[in-house]
């Protein structure tokens, strides 16, 4: 596994333990994702902050609102100078096309569109009042997503093969949900190992936890791109 496509997710609140993540393996993964936690915390001065070191960003914001106001938050998120940036599949093909366009001025900035949640399982699909299961609800979003101009998507590494024989091999799959064997699987409920994930086409992975907490997450991470996680 080539060691830049490996996510690091940032899973804390703290700026400096942050920065000392980025710092420790910046050199050895290519990309460090700032969440929902990370980023409510910190804000967009801590983003700047992280790629000031050469570190490149996946800022995972899931955005989903109106057409207009998804638009200006990505124009603004796209000026921190990032590599990923994350909207809801579900918000639409006039949202993910407003939000494209807005993405349009700096290409350096991928947008990926979340399918399904990686801690949904087919029976958190039907609360929700889907009559698909999560990897036919992932289907159908990743091709409104395709049809809409998007070229990369957040999927369950169980749906890759899936979406990769719909979308070939120029589309962008990007994997949470992904634990080395033995490790604890936490909230997440469609996992894999990362050499599944990898087997099956992901594009990128992203493990937080099972680095984050490991007693030596040098040897988690050497075991991941060695292809033994």
Same mark, same amino acid.
């Given at each position: ?49 992280? &790629? ?12 989903? +609102? ?46 990926? #569109? ?16 889907? +009559? ?13 997503? &395709? ?29 949470? #949900? ?48 060695? #292809?033994? #996680?």
């Amino acid at each position: 596994m080539n060691p830049d496509q490996l996510i690091l997710a940032l899973d804390v609140s703290d700026a400096g333990v942050a920065l000392d993540w980025v710092r420790r393996f910046n050199h050895q993964i290519g990309c460090f994702k700032i969440g929902l936690q990370l980023f409510t915390a910190q804000g967009p001065d801590f983003v700047r902050e992280v &790629r000031q070191t050469g570190a490149q960003v996946f800022l995972d914001l899931k955005l989903h +609102d109106i057409p207009n106001t998804v638009a200006k938050a990505v124009e603004a998120a796209c000026q921190l100078d990032i590599q990923y940036l994350t909207v809801h599949t579900l918000g639409g093909r006039a949202m993910l096309t407003a939000a494209l366009a807005a993405a349009a001025p700096t290409p350096r900035t991928m947008l990926l #569109g979340i399918t399904v949640l990686t801690s949904h399982d087919n029976d958190d699909l039907d609360d929700l009042g889907f +009559d698909h299961t999560a990897a036919g609800q992932a289907l159908l979003l990743a091709k409104l997503a &395709r049809s809409a101009g998007m070229r990369g998507l957040v999927c369950s590494p169980r749906e890759v093969t899936l979406l990769r024989q719909e979308l070939g091999t120029d589309f962008t799959l990007v994997t949470p #949900g992904v634990r080395p064997a033995g490790a604890a699987v936490n909230d997440q409920n469609r996992v894999t190992t990362p050499a599944e994930a990898i087997a099956s086409g992901s594009s990128h992975l992203v493990i937080g936890r099972p680095i984050l907490n490991a007693p030596d997450p040098e040897q988690v991470i050497a075991g991941i791109l060695s #292809g033994g #996680g």
